[in-house]
């Protein structure tokens, strides 16, 4: 059954207080009539089919749902763009020359893109690609900084039909060639380099590297970051600056129309396998989702400037930074670089630079916040923010109500929002206009939405109790399959019971009906809240010569969430020594990139197993974690378990 894992946990759980809505802001919240939830409850579709009118149609749908589960398709029939609706909707209004990006680099450069300039700059690009041979169905791999040319890549792509496969520039040569490969992508879009800390990161070198193996890249567009000293090298005949690409093209490039059900993107995120899976995106229930949700959750004003701090290599980036604000025709910031450069105060003099009105981070960045102290915001006016949002994993409560005092003054609601890749849209949150908060929970599925929270053979648990999170309706934004891989969309999310989506997340439900969100209850773990998989780490470490197994686990972690642990047994013959920790360590980010360095690595002799030969993690998080040992019984030799937990006092590595 759901595991409650940590002292944070059991925290939120006995948490009592509760902050109603602020009468001002309830005054003037884009949702404001309760009775919202129950009209969608009634009638889903026609609720949903009331949104997508807002939005702009070549030809409007026939049928607002085919539901054969687990196969969706929504707005049957219908014919849309979304670079369209993105960009070409809001330049007959006044929002022509409203900010659309406004985009701040690392160094402290600035740019900003209005509506009109955004669009220009997307039609130029997409005739570029056209000028590539992209067609309609060709996939385009994206792997970008966080500069403005990204957005502009993916909707040059959506206008043109081709489905994007952004990755996030975090991740290793290796893990972009991988990307690469399984969806088969034309045409790489990279850069020479980006800022990190002041630091660049070697993008074009490890873009180099990544298509040595990826034969299905014809042509890599490298966007000029850096300069010359990023040390990028191009290749004859293959490599194409973008600045030169554009030159001379087209201003304008007309949409192409889409089938409401064709692929908008594909987006690779870590599973319960070794090997990331390619979520897969569509055009019109994605758009009608981000849209609504953008504009329900976050309460977006005409005049608000918005940021969220996801990098767009992320789910959250795509649906709230590209697609549900730019669809909303909002202002939204973009950061390239840490929020600790070049001093910690950097997000907050962000938000005193802009006069930000609604920001969005993670609970870990939170965290860190924290830690860092309360006089890096007190050095800046952040009066213009009303409200607060989170994503990413669980929030503690403490972390909750110092976000609402020390960021919000205590005065912005505060909306943890929960959601996945694959629901492509949040799908729990509050209202912030509607919504009594409670520190750390998410509160209630959004209007149109259905969850449940079931136990192991599926029965809804009933209120005051814990189990599994599951999503009982179908929802607009939700994935439609794994990319080439059908047979895993099934088994994944649609087979451990039948026509209920499984979300792999544990949750209870107060006695008011609040969902308050326990973490996974599967091999994912959220590191900083980002998404890995054990897995796909003890496959990077077992990849080494000297390992011969390997179990990885999430450790309880006060400012990341989960902090990797690796418990590692070595080949015969070789030794233990603390440059081996380092050396393996390295392949690992090697492998996969720095956001998957394991924090400790542990040697061992053997590993707890079940009579069955599964390595049971479970144990291993009892260890790392100091706690008593559960129940063992199961184990093939419960005796190794004993031997870990006393050996890890002396030779576990900080
Ligand atoms: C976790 C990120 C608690 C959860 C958008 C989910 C959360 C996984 C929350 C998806 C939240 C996300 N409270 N847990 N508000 N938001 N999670 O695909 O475990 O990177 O299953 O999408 O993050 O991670 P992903």
């Given amino acids: 059954m759901v595991v409650e894992r940590s002292a944070s946990i059991e925290a939120l759980l006995e948490e009592r207080r509760r902050f109603p809505v602020p009468e001002e802001f309830g005054k003037r919240a884009n949702v404001r009539d309760p009775g919202i939830y129950k009209r969608a409850a009634r009638n889903p579709e026609a609720f949903w089919a009331r949104v997508a009118q807002e939005l702009h149609w070549f030809k409007k749908w026939d049928r607002v749902l085919e539901w054969n589960p687990p196969f969706a398709k929504w707005f049957l029939g219908g014919k849309l763009n979304v670079s369209y609706n993105c960009l070409d909707r809001h330049l007959d209004t006044p929002r022509k020359n409203k900010a659309a990006i406004i985009w701040e680099g690392e160094p402290g450069d600035d740019r900003v893109l209005t509506y009109q300039d955004l669009h220009r700059e997307v039609c130029r690009f997409a005739n570029a690609l056209k000028s590539l041979g992209v067609k309609k169905g060709d996939r385009v791999t994206i792997y970008l900084p966080m500069i403005p040319e990204l957005p502009i890549a993916m909707l040059a792509c959506a206008r043109i039909g081709a489905p994007h496969s952004v990755v996030f520039g975090g991740f290793s040569a290796e893990s972009l060639r991988d990307r690469i490969n399984d969806s088969q992508a034309k045409i790489l879009i990279t850069s020479d380099g980006g800022y990190r800390r002041g630091t660049i990161v070697p993008l074009k070198r490890s873009a180099d590297e990544a298509v040595q193996g990826a034969p299905s890249v014809e042509k890599v567009v490298v966007v000029r970051r850096v300069g010359d000293k990023s040390g990028a090298t191009m290749q004859e005949g293959r490599d194409l ?34 090997k990331p899976k390619g979520v897969v995106h569509t055009t019109a229930g994605y758009l009608v989702g981000t849209y609504a949700t953008t504009r329900w959750v976050f309460d977006l004003k ?49 938000i005193e630079k802009y006069r930000v009105n609604v920001f969005y981070t993670a609970p870990t960045a939170i965290r860190t916040f924290m830690r860092w102290g309360e006089e890096y915001p007190k050095r800046h006016d952040l009066s213009s923010l009303r409200l607060l949002g989170t994503v990413g994993e669980p929030i503690n409560p403490e972390a909750w109500v110092w976000y609402w005092k020390h960021i919000g003054g205590e005065r912005c609601p505060v909306v943890d929002t929960w959601w996945q890749t694959e629901t492509g849209m949040i799908l729990i949150s509050p209202l912030p206009g509607l919504t009594t908060l409670k520190p750390g929970s998410a509160t209630f599925p959004l209007p149109g939405i259905e969850a449940d929270v079931v136990d192991e053979q599926g029965n809804s648990v009933p209120l005051g109790g814990g189990g599994y999170l599951v999503i009982t309706r179908p929802w607009p934004a939700m994935l439609r399959t794994i990319y ?25 439900r107060d006695e008011e009906g609040y969902f308050w969100l326990l973490g996974r209850v599967d091999d994912v773990i959220k590191v900083s809240a980002h998404r890995l998989s054990t897995m796909e780490i003890e496959s990077a470490l077992v990849d080494h010569s000297a390992v011969a197994e390997s179990a990885v686990i999430g450790k ?13 047994t070595l080949k015969n013959g070789v030794n233990q020594s603390p440059e081996l920790i380092n050396e393996l360590k390295q392949h690992v980010v090697r492998k996969i990139g720095a956001i998957a360095r394991p924090e400790q690595i542990i040697f061992t002799a053997e590993l707890p197993k079940t009579r069955s030969g599964k390595i049971m993690r479970r144990l291993l998080r009892d260890v790392a974690e100091g706690r008593a040992l559960g129940d063992t019984t199961t184990l093939a030799d419960p005796a190794v378990v004993q031997a870990l937990k006393d050996k890890y006092g002396e030779e576990g590595e900080a």
């Avoid at 690409?245 to 070794?274: A, K, N, R």
């Fill in 241 to 274: 600056w973008w600045h030169e690409l554009v030159q001379g093209q087209p201003l304008t490039c007309p949409p192409e129309e889409m089938d409401s059900e064709d692929m908008l993107y594909i987006l690779y995120t870590s599973g319960t396998t070794g």
């Fill in 556 to 568: 309880a972690d006060e400012v990341k969430g989960e902090a990797i642990v690796a418990f590692v």
């Fill in 484 to 508: 080439g891989d059908p047979d895993r969309y099934v088994k994944q999310y649609w087979s451990r019971y039948p026509n209920l989506y499984f979300t792999g997340d544990g949750a209870k």
């Fill in 302 to 350: 005409e005049e608000d400037t918005y940021w969220c701090t996801a990098d767009i290599g992320w789910v959250t980036g795509h649906s709230y930074i590209v697609y549900g604000p730019l669809a909303s025709g909002a202002a939204s910031i973009m950061y390239e670089g840490a929020p600790d450069f070049p001093d910690r105060d950097r997000f907050w003099a962000i």
